[in-house]
């Protein structure tokens, strides 16, 4: 424990911003484990999982490129766990969501990461995180993120583990385009991002980025986006991205032709980027330099 404010306080004081900071994840799985989770919910759950059980859960999953998630239903847990499954795949243009269940956990090593022990889904997935034994912020605003959502979306909805960036918390992630949020609890209606996602819509303020694309393309989005108005979701993808000059040049399709974007790299005063952190350290930030109509 320590004396400081909670990192998402301090994040929120300093303005930190959130834009080019997603997480990187191309397809996911997520696995539900009903109960409570300890600092690394499948490595240190042994009262839901066998910790040996779910090493090798992980491992196989990592070992494919893929990222894991647990995931469990806000509110009472049921009597008798269940063992529901999503795999995502959140690469543009490839936006799919299989989900099914198993009978028990040890059947989570053996699901084909391709999905198709399961049948594909065309709800979204909206998973926030409240994983409190990892971070103390993301329990007390990711769960009153998550009360607010499923009122409205009680089927989509799910809690889950540590998805990076505490300081940002709440967190959530929008499946399958891999839509990365932050603060979401500091909206004053937090499910009414999921209702401009059903319209293919999203909140370029609250946006940290789309997994499925690099930080430095997360952030050139944001600054055209914000720029422009352009809230559609597929909209601005990514043509070309190269280093230059100690800056980075991006290429973005626009609807009147590619927009360029001209980024530098910034690093931020000393900062702890989680509750627990005991040293503080620099984190990158990206700034705008220049945006221009890019000509043949």
């Known amino acids: 424990m320590t004396d400081r404010p909670p990192c998402s306080d301090s994040a929120r004081h300093r303005g930190d911003p959130m834009f080019g900071t997603a997480s990187a994840g191309h397809r ?4 539900e484990l009903a109960g409570a989770w300890g600092p690394s919910a499948f490595l240190q759950s042994p009262k839901i999982l066998d910790p040996a059980l779910g090493r090798a859960i992980v491992r196989r999953v ?4 893929m990222r894991i998630v647990a995931i469990r239903r806000p509110g009472r ?5 269940r063992w529901r499954w999503f795999i ?4 543009p243009g490839s936006e799919t969501v299989y989900r099914g269940e198993v009978a028990a956990a040890p059947e989570f090593l053996d699901l084909a990461l391709d999905g198709s022990d399961g049948a594909r889904s065309d709800d979204p997935l909206v998973a926030v995180c409240a994983h409190g034994k ?11 993120a998550t009360a607010a959502i499923s009122a409205v979306y009680p089927e989509w909805t799910w809690e889950c583990s540590h998805l990076g960036g505490d300081r940002f918390a709440a967190t959530m992630i929008l499946y399958p385009h891999g839509l990365s949020y932050g603060a979401v609890d500091s909206a ?5 991002i999921v209702h401009r996602y059903t319209n293919g819509r999203l909140d370029n303020e609250l ?13 050139a989005q944001y600054f055209v986006r914000r720029a422009t108005g ?14 230059a000059d100690h800056r980075i040049e991006v290429v973005l399709e626009g609807s009147d032709g590619p927009i360029g974007v001209t980024l530098a790299e910034h690093m931020s005063d000393p900062l702890h980027s989680t509750c627990a952190a005991s040293v503080a350290g620099r984190v990158r930030q990206f700034v705008l330099v220049a945006m221009t109509r890019v000509t043949a």
Not at 207 to 219: D, E, F, K, N, Y
């Open 230 to 243: 352009d809230d559609r979701i597929d909209a601005l993808a990514p043509i070309d991205v190269r280093r």
């Open 207 to 219: 946006l940290r980025g789309r997994t499925s694309l690099p930080h430095a393309v997360q952030a």
């Open 188 to 192: 004053d209606d937090p499910a009414a």
């Open 28 to 31: 996911w799985v997520l696995l």
């Open 77 to 81: 847990r049921a009597a008798v766990p």
């Open 134 to 144: 990892h971070d103390q912020c993301c329990a007390v605003r990711g769960r009153a």
């Open 88 to 91: 995502v795949d959140a690469r």
């Open 62 to 65: 990592e070992t494919a490129g």
